[in-house]
């Protein structure tokens, strides 16, 4: 799959949680971080959030993008893109700019369109 030069899934990663990783607790972070464990928590940060297919967050997130192939049970504030891929698994409303649903991704909740901030 081809992404376009600052897409989200092209950002570097700098903060990671692995999937042998649970972490109970708030995320805070200024750069882009990826989960593919579980945390029982809110994760912001001003960069992307890439929640990959064995991952778990139970807490609202606020970030500028967020790709999800794993499962967010929580609200979801976001400046620019979601992403839905086929295996991803959404419980929560949405303020976001730009919205993307795969075939196949489970999403259940409300969902608020805004402008992109810029």
């Given at each position: ?13 700098e ?100 402008k992109?901030?810029?």
């Amino acid at each position: 799959m081809f992404r376009k030069k600052g897409d989200a899934a092209s950002a570097p990663v700098e903060t990671m949680i692995s999937k042998e990783c649970e972490l109970l607790g708030s995320i805070a972070a200024k750069g882009s971080l990826r989960i593919d464990g579980k945390v029982a928590g809110d994760v912001t940060t001003d960069g992307d959030v890439l929640v990959g297919e064995g991952g778990l967050i139970e807490g609202d997130i606020k970030a500028q993008n967020v790709i999800l192939a794993g499962t967010v049970r929580g609200n979801l504030k976001i400046n620019g893109k979601l992403e839905l891929y086929p295996t991803a698994h959404l419980t929560g409303d949405v303020k976001v700019a730009v919205l993307n649903i795969s075939d196949g991704a489970f999403f259940h909740g409300t969902c608020e369109m805004e402008k992109i901030q810029a």
